[in-house]
């Protein structure tokens, strides 16, 4: 009888265990940042002060490669893959003009499926290579590392603006 728990990752690359507990950790650390925002606070501009990024933009950004390492991991395990020789700054470009205005229930359900998807894709690898290791560092642990100082700060200067609570009046003593 077939199992159907997910198949964890190869861990064939000698980088891949740490791989797996780095991207769990980081991921589930955006998670809680964005579980204490509300709705209206994920969608404030101010995560950059040169370019007017929000939460959203930040998950949508991080979603966006994600997607993009999946495609790239079912390349390989389907024999087309063409190498990792890519232009960053065009491909972030590209990203963010497709995730441009979403709303953030669309955004937030992209990035997880997203991440589902890699996880998938990853974990039918038969082997992780130099390449494969690269676009799961890339997209998911050393990506979220590059994210999460500054959506940890913008979180609790978004909070702290956040409007004290009003005393009840039937509260007094």
Do not use: C, F
Request: no cysteine.
């Amino acid at each position: 009888m077939a199992s159907d728990a997910p198949t964890p990752p190869p861990t064939t690359h000698p980088t891949a265990l740490a791989a797996i507990d780095a991207e769990s950790h980081g991921w589930y650390e955006i998670v809680r940042i964005v579980r204490s925002l509300t709705l209206d606070e994920r969608m404030e501009p101010g995560y950059y002060s040169d370019v007017e990024w929000s939460v959203r933009d930040v998950v949508g950004h991080l979603g966006s490669w994600l997607a993009e390492a999946q495609v790239q991991l079912e390349r390989m395990a389907g024999g087309t893959y063409e190498g990792h020789d890519v232009d960053i700054d065009e491909l972030n470009a590209r990203l963010l003009h497709a995730i441009h205005g979403q709303p953030w229930d669309v955004t937030w359900t992209q990035a997880n499926a997203a991440r589902t998807r890699l996880l998938q894709a990853w974990s039918e690898l038969t082997t992780v290579d130099d390449e494969a290791a690269w676009w799961i560092r890339k997209s998911g642990p050393d990506h979220y590392e590059e994210h999460l100082e500054r959506l940890s700060d913008w979180a609790v200067e978004l909070i702290g603006r956040r409007s004290p609570p009003t005393p009840d009046p039937a509260d007094r003593s």
